[in-house]
């Protein structure tokens, strides 16, 4: 198969199916019998509280490490955690930054812990102030030409982007989007029965199709690079 007849959006969601898998394998290889039915609990019911006993480490950074750079990195982000590129008087960091999303583009990412932004907006109000609504981050010493301040708010499940214009203040809705890996998506969940309850793979490429159409094709480095 030559270059030309390469798509981009079906090859991320192949690697978000991989990514699924890892996140479902979290659960699975902990030895407390608790974890897949905390990770049952997480998918069907949008007002479980994670709290990250059953996998024995800090919700946040669990959501994190599990599921938030691994989607990331399927979308073609390569990311730093906890930046510390802010100028002296920044009182506050993003979760996540996006190294590579445009030449007059800082990406920052804020998370919050599995199922906190589906059953609520913690995410995106945090992502909104300071981050968008105070232009925190056009003080980047290293960036004095940015013109895009691209931010996602996600708990790993919810996902929402959103795209400000610095010059004119304003977001910018043709390039934001919101999608859901729970709720707009079958994947995860048939991810959960395929490799904790011995399930078949028949439905695969019904759900990357979907993903690559819907998910992919708004927050993938590639397309978004594209709309600037």
Known sequence: MGFENFDHDRYCAERLQLAFRKFIWEFSDEDSESAGATCRKLLNDETYRF?????????????????VAEVLNALGYTITHHPAELVKDERTQPDIKLENVGEKCVG???????????????????????????????????????KYLVGIATDGFDWKLRVKDIEAGELVPEFGGTYSLVDDSNGLHYCYHS????????????????LA??????????NLRERF
């Open 51 to 67: 709290k990250g006993g059953s996998v024995g480490q800090m919700p946040e950074e669990f959501t994190q490490r599990t599921i």
């Open 213 to 222: 159409e819907n998910f992919v094709s708004t927050f993938s480095r590639r």
């Open 108 to 146: 920052i990412v804020e998370c919050k812990a599995l199922n906190r932004e589906r059953n609520g907006r913690e995410a995106i109000e945090n992502l909104k102030d300071p981050y968008l609504e105070r232009n925190s981050f056009a003080k980047y010493k290293k960036y004095p030409n940015m």
């Open 195 to 210: 490799e904790l309850k011995n399930g078949t793979n028949l439905h695969w490429p019904d759900i990357r199709r979907e």
